[in-house]
């Protein structure tokens, strides 16, 4: 690890922290620079052209394909055993990626709806989308 990396390191885990209750447009550098016990120049030097938004938009997006590949795992072995129908699996994995992230931001930044009622509206909505009907 060169001797940049940690402080790069530090950057990226304040900024993903603080866009992940602020919001990108809401964060300020200044919170960023505390965060990290960096300085702006320290910012500034670890991404020059990029910015934090893209980065943190790239790291979303690996975030989002490590979930909807373990989804995908999922919906292709329910397949197999003849549990659901069978689906283009990885449409439908970042079909429910994208449902799961809608209702989920809504839930950080208001705290509604609470997780109980998310869980007994997101789970049959879900299933029902791939055929899946609950034993008698």
């Not at 990290?36 to 120049?41: L, N, Q």
């Not at 839930?107 to 109980?116: C, I, K, L, Q």
Request: proline share 4%.
């Amino acid at each position: 690890m060169s001797k940049a990396e940690p402080t790069r390191d530090r950057i990226m885990d304040a900024a993903l922290n603080i866009f992940s209750t602020k919001g990108y447009h809401d964060t300020r550098m200044d919170e960023i620079v505390e965060a990290s016990a960096t300085s702006k120049g320290s910012i500034y030097f670890h991404f020059p052209n990029k910015g934090l938004g893209t980065l943190f938009e790239k790291k979303r997006l690996e975030v989002n394909d490590r979930f909807a590949l373990l989804i995908k795992k999922y919906l292709d072995e329910a397949i197999q055993v003849g549990e659901i129908v069978p689906v283009d699996t990885e449409i439908v994995s970042y079909a429910w990626m994208g449902a799961i992230y809608g209702i989920v931001i809504r839930w950080v930044y208001t705290g509604e709806p609470d997780s109980e009622r998310i869980l007994q509206s997101m789970l049959p909505l879900l299933l029902k989308s791939v055929g899946y009907e609950e034993p008698l």
